[in-house]
């Protein structure tokens, strides 16, 4: 039997690996599956003890394992939670994190998306999708190619790169000892914690006397990897193998939805009936963070074609801040 107490305040994840904790020991211990029920709400505590006595349909005698579990799961797997966790595996990278730690968090996360990865194959081509480019250019793109062959390929290339963080037991004089680093460039982006990629990038637009002073400083900033302007070697979209217009990791810029509103928008032209009120919007495009990362294709376009478009005075990236001026259309 666990050992592990439950109170209900612990989150979905403790909740989920919990109750299939409880499940495995139970079966381990050959205990009769009738008392099952009554051996786990042993160790409940707070919250998940008053659930237990209180509600109607956890406390009902003669209550089965199967229907304590869908009961258990209604209470503590709260549809807006399980919801968010799929999210996040949709949004899944591996950011600056190691091959690893991103594998760690694929499985951790991918419990709750199951949709997405109903075989071999959809596993092994949602994990490659979101290596870093450089990790992921040395894996196997055909489509039969296992989740096992991902990995190992992806943690041979980490190796051959340099790319993996140092343990803590590392000393500075055994790194000194050793040399520079295979790849030191490379090697230097692996320094921040794991990231998990939204599907659109949405951040205020800073005030406009902070855009014009910090404008010389972001054109100077060039990029390692692309040799673009506007950004560094650890915020490169085209590196990370994202899509180089929003950032999601799921398609590449020509698919891109949010870069098809954007041209939609800027394209259609309202024509309005005479002294109808209108509304006209002014549009200032500065360098932005995201500037070297728009690159059609991965390929040869200029990194500085795209800008992101949101709703009034939003910008996708500090990039185009858009400004609505209330006007009347001529008759």
């Known amino acids: ?11 979905i994840l403790y909740a989920d690996d919990w109750l299939e904790d409880v499940q495995r020991s139970m079966e381990l211990a050959e205990l009769p599956r009738a008392l099952w029920v009554s051996a786990a709400a042993s160790r409940f505590f707070d919250i998940a003890l008053t659930w237990y006595r209180t509600d109607p349909r956890a406390s ?8 304590f579990r869908r009961h258990f799961k209604e209470k503590f797997f709260p549809d807006v939670a399980l919801t968010a966790l799929e999210g996040q595996f949709v949004g899944l990278v591996q950011g600056n994190s190691s091959v690893d730690e991103y594998a760690a968090e694929f499985f951790r996360l991918s419990r709750f998306a199951p949709d997405m990865i109903q075989d071999e194959g959809q596993k092994a081509r949602k994990f490659r999708r979101g290596l870093i480019h450089a990790v992921r250019t040395r894996t196997s793109g055909r489509r039969d190619a296992t989740f096992d062959q991902i990995l190992i390929d992806a943690q041979i290339a980490e190796e051959d790169f340099g790319l993996k963080p140092k ?50 400083q972001r054109q100077a900033i060039q990029c390692a990897f692309c040799k673009k302007m506007g950004h560094t070697r650890e915020d490169c979209r085209m590196k ?27 394209d259609g032209v309202q024509q309005a009936r005479g002294g109808q009120q209108g509304r006209a919007f002014a549009m200032t495009v500065e360098p932005t963070q995201a500037v070297a990362e728009q690159i059609a294709d991965d ?22 801040i858009v400004e609505p001026l209330d006007f009347v259309l001529p008759e």
């Not at 037991?169 to 998990?196: C, E, L, N, Y």
């Not at 899509?243 to 799921?250: E, N, R, T, V, Y």
């Open 240 to 266: 990370q193998g994202v899509c180089l217009f929003c950032g999601a990791p799921d398609h590449q810029v020509k698919n891109c939805a949010a870069r098809a509103v954007r041209q939609a928008g800027q």
């Open 60 to 67: 009902v005698r003669g209550l089965t394992w199967e229907n």
């Open 1 to 11: 039997m666990s050992s592990r107490d439950f109170t209900g305040t612990e989150g």
């Open 167 to 216: 343990r803590s037991g590392d000393t500075m004089g055994a790194s000194s000892s050793a040399g520079p680093a295979k790849r030191p460039h490379i090697q230097q982006q692996q320094q921040r914690p794991f990231q998990q990629q939204p599907l659109l990038q949405i951040q205020q637009a800073p005030a406009r006397a902070q855009q014009h002073q910090g404008q010389g």
């Open 299 to 320: 390929s040869e376009a200029d990194c500085s074609t795209y800008y992101g478009l949101e709703s009034d005075g939003v910008a996708l990236d500090r990039g185009l």
